[in-house]
């Protein structure tokens, strides 16, 4: 006789990528056990009363700072940020100190979040000039796949070249591992800063001039070549210029496993905000203008987007707020906010509420091989749900926010929709906005490794 659910959602309406249906969903041992009506008692019920049940969000872009820079951020302060998102699995990028290139530095930080995520979690090994020898250690140790930053940006991590990636992503190949990249042309950048700054500019809108849309196009275009050479799988992340869009599409056309992100604040911000930011507004890369964020807006509705993600990246406010353009370190929070501003627009009617769960937790899940138990609510995988009221609101008040180091750009907007309940692999990790702790009220994440599944 089987044991009794240990948890019983009722009365909610079960969204997928594919669909959504008015049921049940029972839990068992961290995982779905049944989803239907009529089922049996568990030993507790949560009425959901007619809100949206939908899957854990895979936020696939996330610096947690540590090690090395705990003045930004930290895992306990990051995770805790997450489930108070709605984010149940985090993806964390390798840009720390020092930088996950190695099995030892990799292992490190496996057990810094083990011992300190509220949430579950994949590492991403860097790929530099020096780690390529290093593929396949590191993927014996787990690592969900790699990163490489083509363009500057945070730690001074020197960018492979052309040939250093093309041998790398033959060798992930065989992995079974997938690479993704900060797509941008440094010489570029130099180039065009060294210019602007002879100029006498260091207003804030000649940070988006010293990364123009040539920047991503031709790195993107670069990559997307090398990819098909090497018969290899790539990520784009952060795609921000509306000029990068027919690259990508012609080459999967051709047939190239290419996918693609991109993050709220170039979908829904504009240069107008960075100018009047102080430099909260200073990412990597820029955010552009109204066409772009309403190009790559339709491209994320009708899928030639796959997935969004927060690219969360917390700085101390003295690293970020400076009336010159160029003292301005790149980066920003988001994963908090990251859910409840997509599913704010679900709820306004702009985009179905199946395609927000597609790019928030179905697409990430399924790219970096974490899908037969993450983003999506089926038997068998992992009890990774949130419960949301779309008659609510939710106010961004970044003053209640879990980071270590707060701000929004979407600080004073009022959100449809409002996350009630946030519950990892059976267990609740944040109610109403508010994250559970660690150390007293929930148990730790756990690690997620990477491969062919």
Not at 91 to 98: A, G, S
């Amino acid at each position: 006789m089987a044991e009794p659910f240990y948890l019983k959602i009722r009365g909610g309406r079960i969204v997928n990528a594919w669909g959504s249906v008015t049921a049940d969903v029972a839990i068992r041992d961290g995982r779905i056990a049944a989803i239907g009506e009529d089922m049996p008692a568990a030993q507790e019920t949560i009425d959901a009363g007619g809100a949206l049940i939908l899957p854990g969000i895979v936020d696939a872009h996330a610096h947690f700072r540590e090690p090395g820079y705990g003045n930004k951020e930290t895992w306990a302060h990051g995770s805790r940020a997450a489930a108070a998102g709605g984010v149940t699995t985090v993806l964390e990028m390798p840009n720390t100190d020092p930088p996950t290139a190695t099995v030892a530095a990799l292992a490190a930080k496996r057990a810094h979040g083990e011992a300190n995520s509220l949430v579950d979690f994949g590492l991403y090994a860097l790929l530099s000039p020096d780690s390529v020898t290093q593929i396949e250690a590191l993927a014996a140790a787990g690592a969900i796949g790699f990163k490489c930053f083509l363009g500057n940006t945070f730690g001074d991590l020197v960018a492979p070249d052309d040939g250093v990636i093309l041998q790398a992503l033959r060798r992930m190949a065989g992995q079974g591992l997938r690479c993704a990249f900060h797509a941008e042309n440094s010489a570029i950048i130099a180039a065009e800063a060294a210019r602007l700054r002879a100029e006498g500019r260091s207003d804030l809108s000649a940070h988006r001039a010293s990364r123009p849309d040539i920047c991503e196009v031709e790195a993107v275009s670069r990559l997307v070549l090398m990819a098909e050479e090497a018969n290899a799988p790539i990520h784009i992340v952060h795609l921000s210029a509306a000029a990068s869009l027919p690259v990508l599409t012609a080459a999967r056309a051709r047939g190239a496993d290419v996918t693609v992100e991109t993050c709220p604040q170039y979908l829904f911000l504009t240069e107008a905000f960075v100018v009047d930011s102080r430099g909260a507004g200073i990412v990597n890369p820029p955010i552009r203008g109204a066409e772009d964020g309403a190009a790559l807006w339709s491209a994320a509705r009708d899928g030639r987007i796959d997935t969004v993600g927060s690219d969360h990246a917390p700085h101390h406010p003295g690293e970020k707020l400076h009336d010159s353009v160029w003292d301005c370190i790149g980066g920003m929070p988001g994963i908090e906010t990251m859910g409840p501003v997509l599913i704010d627009r679900a709820v306004r009617g702009e985009v179905e509420i199946e395609r927000i769960v597609a790019l928030l937790s179905d697409m990430p899940a399924r790219i970096w091989n974490i899908g037969h138990r993450k983003g999506r609510l089926v038997p068998g995988a992992d009890a990774d749900l949130l419960i949301v009221d779309p008659a609510a609101e939710t106010l961004v008040n970044a003053a209640t926010h879990h980071s270590l180091n707060p701000m929004s750009p979407w600080e004073g907007t009022r959100l449809r929709g409002a996350i009630r309940q946030v519950i990892r692999r059976g267990e609740t990790v944040a109610e109403n906005g508010q994250a559970r702790d660690i150390a007293r009220d929930t148990g730790r994440g756990i690690f997620l490794t990477g491969g062919a599944v």
